[in-house]
């Protein structure tokens, strides 16, 4: 039997150029109208906002989802309300809402909906790991969730030194291929490191 795990995505950015496309209220694509009407899940949305990163990590995590009894196998952090279902609908507004928190900052309308919803996971997610599929290089997310998680919070070690596009190619390929990455322990790893080489591209 697959040992069960969990996936914490992180955000995509709300304040960009992307998202000021959807604020337009003359866009006509089909995102930005179904935004407008009855909402898009946080999922897609995130992708369109992040592009090549989120997707990578939302196709990923979907391919190699193994749910513990009783929780989730994959949720998404956000800016205000800690960690959601990919498939909740956002409207424009609650996109302004996420634009208004800058995550770095590490205020407490980011930090408590996290600490929160993580506790709660962490206690009922038995003793499944959780896997971030973010920055580890920094404590944005990592303090947080980590304090819930401790020795199970754990991460791709392939992550170590690639940038945010290298990850999402990674991700993206490694869920076409069905191979898994390698997850470690976020405590008392190397979270920083070279940059390791470029990945082939695929033809």
Do not use: H, W
């Amino acid at each position: 039997m697959t040992a069960s795990r969990i996936f914490l995505l992180s955000p995509a950015f709300c304040g960009g150029e992307r998202a000021k496309l959807l604020f337009n209220p003359a866009a006509d694509f089909p995102l930005a109208v179904r935004l407008r009407g009855g909402g898009v899940p946080i999922g897609e949305l995130f992708a369109f906002l992040s592009g090549l990163y989120f997707r990578g990590k939302l196709a990923y995590a979907r391919a190699f989802d193994r749910p513990p009894r009783g929780a989730p196998g994959l949720l998404v952090i956000t800016p205000t309300r800690g960690l959601v279902d990919p498939d909740m609908l956002l409207t424009l507004d609650d996109i302004r809402e996420f634009a208004e928190v800058n995550i770095a900052s590490q205020s407490d309308r980011f930090l408590q909906p996290l600490a929160r919803d993580a506790q709660s996971l962490a206690s009922t997610s038995r003793d499944a790991p959780a896997i971030l599929l973010g920055s580890i290089a920094t404590d944005k997310y990592v303090g947080t969730l980590a304090a819930a998680f401790g020795d199970r919070l754990r991460f791709p070690v392939e992550f170590v030194g690639r940038g945010d596009m290298s990850r999402g190619g990674l991700l993206l390929r490694s869920a076409q291929d069905g191979a898994e990455l390698t997850y470690i322990a976020v405590s008392g790893a190397t979270r920083r490191g070279a940059r390791p080489p470029k990945l082939v591209p695929l033809r």
